[in-house]
């Protein structure tokens, strides 16, 4: 049988799984939700949505481990761009048997360079070349939409969109909050991802993942400094948030001309990730953290009242502050542009991805002390850059060690009000 015939069969297979699963449960909310989200989407790991939809017996679950993953790896070194790629996605939606297949020969977007499942959005981008994405900014709704792809001309209905941002407004700070799918933001959503938020200047911002850093000395503070309260968050519903990055913006305080200078401090990525041999922490599983929210023993609440938990330093209402391992965390500072004389403006070298002048723009670089042992063309290489080149569509470029939530998060904080700052 070839190839394409073999992939079309399994993924009228799954339809017509998935449909029987719908009729079966009957659910008005569970066929909205499928209406809802495109054909390439896949629930994270540990999602109570996808082990309803997935049946393990089927007639591709009993196929030869040995076929199988010749199949897959097949499938995988032919499909490399959207939208085709999606029919790696459909493999992993078979079964469990196909979903750990595809799971081994799958590489992270830091070795292949690609985007498949909603963890590569939290793993390291690749070295050699930054992936490329834009920008869609919808100022009615106040929505920020992130797609793969060089620009919505070039990619049209051929962009794959990676995450998706809502701002909210408050009395002393905004928040983004960042989820897998445009149309659901909401923190008890297993789409949710995790959020950034600013202080009341908005020169100040902190970057939350909604799961713990994988480094295990960071995952074991983070978990040791969680306290009860009884008028805190409540726990039903309710997602972690894991302070990974904060984000400033140095004050303008003689008005003077030019662009915005910012620095970030990566606490989850140490700064050995891009010394010679260093590795930056890359995450495996896309893990659901509502259900790590109940604690282990009981909390003393009032009478009618449900238990509350406060996480101590990642708190919402906290200090921006993180949990950091022994190692000195990365720092991003934005690369100094020069003062064009005949077109008597700054400028940098986008090399052709922005088009627009904007006080947006700008070109993160490694910030690191002689004693660091970081290479001077390290230092120089551009790590993450972004700019306008229409109205309300930017460029988004970034590559290792920053992951696509990073990057965005980042991005996005360019958006909110500075006038402290410009």
């Keep these: 049988m070839a ?14 799984i998935s449909r029987r699963g719908s009729e079966r449960r009957g659910s008005e909310n569970g066929k909205h939700n499928m209406r809802r989200r495109g054909r390439s989407y896949i629930a994270p790991e540990g999602s109570s949505s996808s082990s309803k939809i997935i049946v393990e017996q089927s007639q591709w679950a009993n196929m030869p481990p040995e076929l199988l993953h010749d199949i897959i790896q097949r499938i995988e070194a032919s499909q490399t761009s959207w939208p085709a790629r999606r029919d790696v996605v459909a493999c992993a939606s078979v079964c469990k048997s196909w979903r750990a297949v595809t799971k081994e020969i799958i590489r992270t977007p830091e070795q292949c360079g690609l985007l498949s499942f909603p963890v590569s959005l939290k793993q390291p981008g690749p070295r050699d070349a930054p992936i490329q994405c834009y920008i869609r900014r919808e100022r009615p709704t106040g929505t920020y939409r992130l797609y793969l792809g060089l620009s919505p001309a070039l990619s049209g209905d051929m962009s794959k969109l990676l995450l998706a941002a809502r701002k909210i407004r408050k009395a002393t700070s905004t928040d983004f909050l960042i989820s897998l799918v445009g149309d659901d933001f909401s923190r008890t959503s297993n789409t949710y991802v995790g959020k950034l938020r600013s202080n009341f200047l908005g020169t100040k911002f902190t970057i939350y993942d909604s799961q713990p850093p994988c ?3 960071i995952h074991s503070n983070s978990r040791s400094q969680r306290k009860i309260f009884p008028k805190q968050v409540s726990l039903k519903g309710s997602s972690s948030n894991y302070s990974v990055a904060t984000i400033s913006y140095e004050l303008n305080v003689l008005r003077t001309r030019g662009p915005r200078r910012m620095q970030c401090t990566m606490h989850s990525i140490p700064i050995s990730a891009i010394q010679e041999g260093g590795t930056a922490p890359t995450p495996i599983e896309f893990t659901n953290c509502c259900e790590e929210q ?13 238990p509350l938990v406060e996480f101590s330093s990642t708190s919402l209402s906290g200090p921006l502050e993180s949990f950091g391992s022994a190692a000195d965390p990365l720092i991003l500072k934005n690369k100094a542009p020069r003062w064009h004389e005949q077109l008597q403006c700054w400028c940098l070298n986008f090399k052709g991805r922005v088009t627009v002048a904007s006080v947006k723009n700008f070109q993160l670089v490694a910030a690191a002390e002689p004693n660091q042992n970081v290479s001077v063309a390290e230092q120089e ?36 009000t500075k006038p402290a700052c410009e």
């Excluded at 109940?294 to 449900?306: E, T």
């Design 294 to 306: 109940i604690p282990s023993s009981p909390s003393p609440v009032s009478k009618g009242k449900k």
């Design 381 to 416: 290489r551009v790590i993450l850059q972004f700019g306008k080149i229409g109205k309300d569509i930017f460029t988004m470029d970034y590559r290792y060690p920053l992951s696509a939530l990073q990057a965005f998060a980042i991005c996005l904080s360019s958006f909110d």
């Design 3 to 16: 190839l394409k015939n073999i992939v079309k069969e399994m993924r009228d297979g799954i339809g017509n």
């Design 215 to 217: 480094d295990t000395a």
